[in-house]
């Protein structure tokens, strides 16, 4: 029996998949390629000496899930395939919706039909909205999301909740990331946005390879303690394995359960510049720039209850996440290009 992978090609996913192999699970990924190159599944092959399956298509395709559920392959599915950017989705909140909420109501139907009932799904940090006190917890309520993007993860939480109420045979596990980074060890495989990136890390080394011309801070007028943004980074690979946790509690957990997936501690803008810096060996240039619409100030996570539940922790510090990150952008200055 194998676990299907939706977006199994994209950053969190590649690695996701990468670990999964590593352990010898058998893996069916469904990517639409859309923000992802398929040569991020090459190379997963090539540093666990076992392909993949690719399927190229889209988890709206009803019936290209249908054909596949029906296989009886398929014992539980990872759901990371979705948009992501916040800024984008406010721009074109339908997209999001469609992609994100739809999208997921068409994989959720069809598992049902099929009879596969476990799932994870990727869900964010971003759920507990901007009133929620630090560190977040579970325990939280959640709501008063400032995006469609952060929304459409509220949106298909609540799905998943309800869904475990009305079928006891529906187990699902949401993780909440925090601020995903990292790429693995090797170099092989990483974060690879198009265009200019929205978030710090990839852009940080893009400036440091020379792509870009420099860091623009958003805002240091904070109330933290170098008053720039304050976040809680997580390893991708220390992500991945929670993943890896996660699907191993599914057959015990009844119903719906949510987890935060971060480190438990914050770092600010300025401490991953420096942090950087001491990674890539040069200084980089930064400017300081107005406030980004949508930032909270500061928020990391109260990460014990995986620790208690999932048996799963980061092993992986600063230091790490910052060198894989550049040995990453070295050897592919321009991505999977
Ligand atoms: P990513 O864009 O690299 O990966 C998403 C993958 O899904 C891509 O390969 C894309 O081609 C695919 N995809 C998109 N829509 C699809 C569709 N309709 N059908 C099939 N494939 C489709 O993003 P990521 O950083 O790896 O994020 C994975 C998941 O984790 C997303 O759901 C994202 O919202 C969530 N998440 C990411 C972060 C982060 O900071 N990276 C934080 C919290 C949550
Ligand atoms: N930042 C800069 N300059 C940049 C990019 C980011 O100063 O060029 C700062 C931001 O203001 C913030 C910090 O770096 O203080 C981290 O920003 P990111 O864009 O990397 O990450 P966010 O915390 O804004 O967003 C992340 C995920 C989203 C998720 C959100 C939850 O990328 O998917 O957390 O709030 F929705």
Redesign the pocket.
């Given at each position: 029996m194998a676990v299907l992978v939706?977006?199994g090609?994209?950053?969190?996913?590649s690695h996701t998949v990468l670990a999964l192999l590593a352990r010898g699970d058998e893996v069916v990924v469904?990517?639409?390629?859309?923000?992802?190159s398929a040569e991020s599944l090459r190379r997963v092959a090539r540093l666990s000496g076992k392909a993949p399956r690719l399927i190229e298509g889209?988890?709206?395709d009803r019936q290209r899930l249908r054909d596949l559920l029906a296989t009886g392959a398929i014992q539980s599915v990872i759901h990371?395939?979705?948009?992501?950017a916040v800024g984008e989705s406010t721009r074109e909140p339908l997209a999001y919706y469609q992609?994100n909420v739809s999208?997921t109501l068409v994989l959720l139907e069809e598992m049902r039909r099929a009879g596969v009932s476990q799932l994870i799904f990727?869900s964010?940090a971003t759920v507990y909205g901007a009133q929620a006190s630090v560190p977040y917890v579970e325990t939280a309520a959640i709501g008063g999301t400032t995006s469609p993007y952060g929304t459409s993860k509220l949106m298909v939480e609540q799905i998943l909740r309800d869904a475990a109420r009305a079928d006891s045979r529906f187990t699902a596990i949401a993780l909440r990331?925090f601020?995903?980074v990292g790429a693995h060890p090797s170099g092989e495989i990483g974060e690879d946005p198009h265009g200019i990136p929205n978030?710090l890390l990839p852009y940080i080394a893009q400036v440091a390879v020379g792509r870009l011309p420099a860091l623009g801070v958003f805002g240091n007028d904070y109330d933290t303690p170098d008053g720039t943004g304050v976040r809680d980074y997580i390893h991708v690979m220390d992500l991945a394995e929670g993943h890896l946790k996660a699907l191993d509690a599914l057959p015990r957990q009844a119903g719906y359960r949510a987890y935060n997936l971060g480190a438990g501690r914050g770092y600010s803008v300025l401490e991953m510049v420096r942090a950087f810096e001491q990674a890539c060996g040069q200084s980089l240039p930064v400017t300081i720039k107005a406030r980004r619409d949508g930032d909270l100030a500061a928020f990391w996570a109260d990460a014990s209850l995986a620790d208690r539940e999932l048996d799963w922790r980061v092993s992986r510090g600063l230091a790490e996440m910052m060198a894989d990150t550049w040995r990453w952008q070295q050897n592919n200055p321009h991505g999977y290009r």
């Open positions: 939706t977006g090609a994209g950053y969190i996913g469904l990517d639409n390629l859309s923000n992802a889209d988890i709206r990371f395939a979705g948009l992501k992609n999208g990727s964010s990331y601020n995903p978030n």
